[in-house]
């Protein structure tokens, strides 16, 4: 189900969010990295040791104030291709499959820029995002099946993105790449 205009513009005013018709936000702290792709900066709880050396966002108790849970946690969030994803670019083969999700976890973990991967799912980020915004008419319009899998990634220094950004772009399965500034 498309957004409407109005709650497109709830979205930019507290989260870079997927938005469905490929309509490009940018939303201040966040960039998009000139993907092509939707500018996008999910909310989270927290996180908590997931599968091959990752972290999944999810699992704690308390829900941050701020919306915005990455900031200073995450350098750079990848955002995976979803089936409401326009197939260019990235997205051209459709949603992210097993294969290419783990590519490019793998992918990021060698990488010596990095310093930590984070990976939310679908359910996780759509979670996030109903407590970040429990009193809007945003959270009832938008469901789990619209909601990004991501990767959010620390880096050793902040001011390699640049390599990240570059690396993942445009890469089969990733929807977008934007680094917090």
Known sequence: ?????????????LLCLPLLSGAMLVVAGCSDSGSGGN???????SAAPGPAGTSSAGGASATPSRADYWAGKADVALFLCNKFDPTRD???????????????????????EVEKVYYENQ????????????????????????MPESFRVKLRDPRSADVVT????????????????
Do not use: W, Y
């Not at 189900?1 to 005013?13: D, G, I």
């Not at 990235?90 to 949603?95: D, I, K, M, R, T």
């Open 1 to 13: 189900m498309p957004l409407s205009n109005a709650v497109r513009a709830r979205a930019a005013e």
């Open 39 to 45: 500018t996008r900066n999910g909310a989270a709880t």
């Open 90 to 112: 990235g997205c051209a083969n459709g949603p992210v499959t097993d294969a290419e999700r783990e590519a490019v976890r793998q992918d990021l973990q060698r990488m010596p």
């Open 123 to 146: 359910a996780e980020a759509f979670e996030h995002f109903k407590a970040a915004e429990k009193d809007s008419a945003l959270a009832a319009a938008v469901t789990v099946d619209q």
């Open 166 to 181: 570059t690396a993942f772009r445009g890469r089969a399965g990733v929807q977008s790449v934007i680094v917090r500034r």
